[in-house]
Each structure stands twice: as C-alpha cells, then as structure tokens.
C-alpha cells in the first residue's frame, strides 16, 4: 500500500552519492528543507581513480567541507607516462589528495547530516509523481525533485531529460593495492587505447584505475602493457577486490523539466580520463543550490553548460593522445623536452590562468609539434 509521507519538504533527492550529498548541503546553506534518499547502505563506493585535483578541493571547500588529516593522502603534481618518456608538473596553486571513495562518502554523510539533512537510506525511488516522488512505497512531497542517481539515471528517465546531444562509453576498473606510494604525483600511464591512473590514498595503499573502450578488459590483463608499473605491483597484496563502472562523455539537450532537474553523472559527463568528475559535481551542486532558492532553473542549465566545457575540452585532448600513439609520443617528447609546455596544459587542466593563457598554451605547443 503507497502511503503520503505527511511533512513535504522544499527539495527531495534520488541518490545518496556525492552529487547527490553536495546538492542536499548547497540546499540546507540557502535554507531549504532537503530530503535524500538511496536504495545503499553508506558509505557508498564508486570505482574511481580517488583523486581530488586542487579545484575538487576547493569546491569541496565552498560547500563548507574540508577533509580531516589523516583521511586523505596528499600530492602536488601529475606525472605522464607513455613508454620511455615521462613528463611531470606541480599543480599552480592549491592542494591535491587521494582518498579512498569510501571515507568522502561518510565525510559527506556526516557533514550533511550536520547540516540538517534528512536521509532515508535502503529506500528505493521507484517514480515520480506530480507532487514529488515515490519512496518504498511512500509519497514524498516536495517542490523541487533533484536527480543525482548516476550515469544511468531513472529520474532522468522518467522526467523525459533522456535526450542525449552526444554520448560515448567507455569502461572502468579500480583495484587497491597494499604498498607504499613510490612518487608524490599522481601517475597516468599510457597504453594502447588504455590508460592508468596510480593515485596514493594512504601511506602503504594506492589506488590503480583503468579506463579502456572493451567492458571486456581487466585490470590484471592490462598491467602486462606497463611492465615498469606491473613490477611495482608484482608481490603487493590487494586490499580490495576489482570493481567496475563504465565512463560516460555525456551533453543532454535539457537538464530540468517542471520541477525535476538533474545533477552530477546524471545531468551528463566528461570521460574519467580528466579526474574532473567530483569536481563538476560539486560544482554543479552549489550552483542547483542557488538556483532552486530562487527558483532560476534555466540560469542553471545555462551555466552547467559553461562549468563543463573547460573539462570536455581537456577529455577531448587527452582521448585524441589515447587514441593516436604517433601524436602522443611526439606531443610526450614536447613535454619533456619543454617541462613548461606541460606545465601550462596542467594549469589549463585545474582551471588556473586566464583565457589568453590557454590560447598561449595551446598555440606554444602547436608549433613545438609542428618542430618535433
């Protein structure tokens, strides 16, 4: 029997995960009521590369979240490696960290429940309903309805938001591994339309991702590529067993219809391959935030679509490196050869520098492939 939950509240919810958490905070901030709800039990794990770039810090940090030490590991840089060459950058300003999916979640959790977030957990969202959502079998209330359930979101669905301008798919694997971080930068390593991310969460664990084109390819087949990173791994324990997720690049033509909108990997996406998405999410939540107190959803679709072109750009970039090896050994042989050129596409990456910077960037670097 469906029943009406008797207390609407301003905004509900579907999905409990860090989108979903940072949407709830920037709500409670403008002083709206806020309920969420997720068929999980926290803390709610996602494979993913367990990075935060210094502008997912901060935008954690806008939210009014700061991570307690010893939670996370830090690093000041990002380092490349594509064959026998290897390119490396500190970030420009700001501070980078590993940390297990886990812990954010749970650091969210609590933090939101600080903030006077009602949270319904192991409480599917089965619809909707002209005056809210349906909730195990309850109807909740509320005036705005926030889809923050993922890449295959049903919200989306269900409100008729599943018009796609452009989508491409890939896959994803995260395995943890028991020893000690050998570098304080997090590695990409490239491979044959592959790639690897090694990112320290702890001072004897690292986090080891892949992003491939085949749901087909494991991560254990495809450390045989990298046979320096295979060494390093060769006798490490595993603290965690292999998961999967698939990547989506994602545009939709409409992110809100009425009072449902979507936020997150459900309002779209850039590949995995940036380590933006946590902090598009986050950013994303504080604007929605805003914009359902002054109930100004069309500011909202108009500047999601600025907040992602910066990261789909850099998908873009770094995809046409993964998929051409010729251009990506001779755009390698830049970098180490010209550590600023690297330098400069690192800070373009981040969100650091101006506009004609990036124009700077991108044309130094032409021309250094244009000599190589």
């Not at 509240?9 to 409990?16: I, L, P, R, S």
């Not at 999916?101 to 009602?118: C, P, W, Y």
């Not at 919200?155 to 491409?168: E, F, N, S, T």
């Not at 896959?171 to 000690?180: D, E, K, N, Q, S």
Request: proline share 4%.
């Amino acid at each position: 029997m469906k029943t009406a939950s008797p207390n609407p509240v301003d905004v509900f919810v579907a999905g409990g995960g860090p989108a979903g958490l940072a949407t709830a905070i920037a709500a409670r901030r403008h002083g709206l009521s806020v309920l969420v709800a997720d068929g999980a039990v926290p803390p709610i794990d996602k494979p993913c590369g367990e990075g935060l770039m210094p502008d997912g810090v901060e935008a954690l940090h806008n939210l009014g979240i700061t991570i307690p030490a010893g939670e996370a590991r830090p690093f000041r840089g990002i380092r490349f490696v594509s064959g026998n060459k290897t390119a490396e950058a500190v970030f420009p300003r700001g501070t980078a960290c590993g940390i297990r999916r886990t812990a954010l979640h749970r650091i969210m959790v609590e933090h939101a429940e600080a903030a006077g977030v009602s949270m319904r957990w192991q409480a599917a969202v089965t619809g909707l309903h002209r005056e809210g959502a349906w909730v195990a079998g309850d109807l909740v209330r509320a005036r705005w309805v926030v889809g923050a359930d993922g890449a295959q979101s049903r919200v989306r669905h269900w409100a008729g938001l599943d018009v796609h301008q452009r989508k491409d798919v890939r896959f994803a694997f995260r395995r943890h591994y028991r020893v000690a971080p050998w570098t304080d930068f997090m590695e990409l390593h490239w491979g044959e339309q592959r790639q690897i991310y090694v990112t320290a969460v702890d001072s004897a664990e690292i986090c080891v991702a892949m992003i491939s084109d085949s749901p087909k390819l494991r991560l254990e087949d495809a450390l045989g590529e990298f046979p320096e990173l295979s060494a390093r791994l060769r006798g490490a324990g595993h603290t965690s067993s292999e998961r999967g997720a698939i990547t989506v690049s994602r545009k939709l033509r409409r992110l809100y219809c009425e009072r449902t909108v979507v936020v997150g990997d459900a309002s779209g996406g850039v590949d995995a391959i940036t380590g933006e998405g946590l902090c598009l999410a986050f950013r994303q939540a504080a604007l929605l935030g805003e914009c359902l107190a002054t109930n100004d959803l069309a500011r909202y679709q108009a500047e999601h679509r600025k907040l992602i072109r910066r990261p789909a750009l850099m998908a873009r970039l770094m995809l046409l490196l993964g998929n051409y090896p010729r251009l990506r050994q001779r755009t390698m042989q830049v970098f180490e050869s010209t550590p600023r050129a690297f330098a400069g596409m690192l800070a373009m990456h981040v969100g650091a520098g101006s506009t004609r910077d990036y124009v700077a960037n991108g044309l130094a670097l032409g021309w250094q492939l244009l000599r190589t």
